[in-house]
């Protein structure tokens, strides 16, 4: 008897891809239930919130007063250009030091090799918190407190980065590299057209993850700016906290401003993040 056929067996089979199924669709509404709760308290008044009982939805779905008022109390738009500017160059040039220095540790045989690559990897266990006096008076020194440059100097080269790029262009196999070396390529052009292509999933995965961390950071900017014109969004939405009352309403509709340009962004690359994790497990 064919076991393909087996009524028992179809039953058994569907039973398991409707609980993992189940499992699975739990598992998304949990992970969304905090953003829809905070996009439903961006859309409710102060009152509202703070109602007894708790209520979930807000009395009028198209209250945009909180999203007006935020723009109106700060220049969340320079916040948001502030933060843009200085993730968006700092994602660059990371993903261009983090690839040539990946592309050397990976391909280039040199003295100390294993100790420098050792040392990066030691960075990454060393908090932030540690460095930031030495990091600041350097900086005060330079005359770069409030500046784009001041903001940026700590996102320029990421010791992760360098990490992951090494790791995905050792995959690569040096036949490449070798051919290319044949036809007369000089070594920046193996660099931008060979290299660079076949890790393009990995540069993705860190543009993704760099760009994120670099938003989302408070502590530096919060010790390197003192003016409204230097502020990033953490800083902005940090405000409507205060020693006696948070304006929830305020709070909830400025993050969910600040959240559309990553959402953007994954949208963008998710193709290359699934790509980068699939090829993560390959070896050879």
């Known amino acids: 008897m064919d076991r393909r056929n087996d009524p028992y067996l179809r039953i058994k089979r569907k039973t398991i891809s409707w609980i993992l199924t189940a499992l699975v669709v739990s598992g998304a509404v949990l992970m969304l239930l905090p953003f829809l709760w905070m996009f439903l308290t961006s859309l409710k008044r102060p009152e509202e919130i703070l109602r007894v009982p708790l209520t979930f939805l807000p009395d009028h779905f198209f209250n945009l007063q909180n999203y007006i008022e935020i723009f109106k109390r700060q220049p969340f738009h320079l916040y948001l250009w502030n933060t843009f500017f ?112 076949m890790v393009k999933p990995s540069l993705a995965a860190l543009a993704i993850i760099k760009f994120l961390w670099t938003w989302n950071e408070f502590f530096w900017p919060l010790v390197i700016t003192n003016s409204e014109e230097m502020k990033v969004i953490t800083l902005g939405l940090a405000s409507f906290n205060t020693m006696y009352y948070i304006e929830h309403n305020l709070a909830t509709a400025g993050a969910m401003v600040s959240i559309i340009p990553i959402l953007i962004l994954y949208l963008a690359f998710q193709r290359w993040m699934v790509k980068a994790v699939v090829m993560s497990g390959v070896k050879g």
């Open 86 to 197: 200085v993730s968006g160059v700092s994602t660059i040039t990371s993903l261009i030091f983090s690839s040539m220095a990946g592309y050397g540790f990976a391909k280039f045989n040199f003295p100390g090799k294993e100790f420098w690559f050792f040392s990066i990897i030691c960075i990454l266990m060393v908090p932030f918190q540690a460095i930031v006096i030495p990091l600041y008076q350097w900086v005060v020194q330079f005359g770069l407190i409030n500046t784009y440059i001041g903001l940026m100097i700590p996102h320029f080269i990421s010791a992760f980065g360098v990490f992951l790029m090494r790791e995905a262009i050792t995959n690569i196999p040096n036949d490449y590299i070798d051919a290319a070396r044949i036809d007369g390529s000089s070594e920046i052009g193996i660099f931008f057209r060979i290299i660079l292509p």
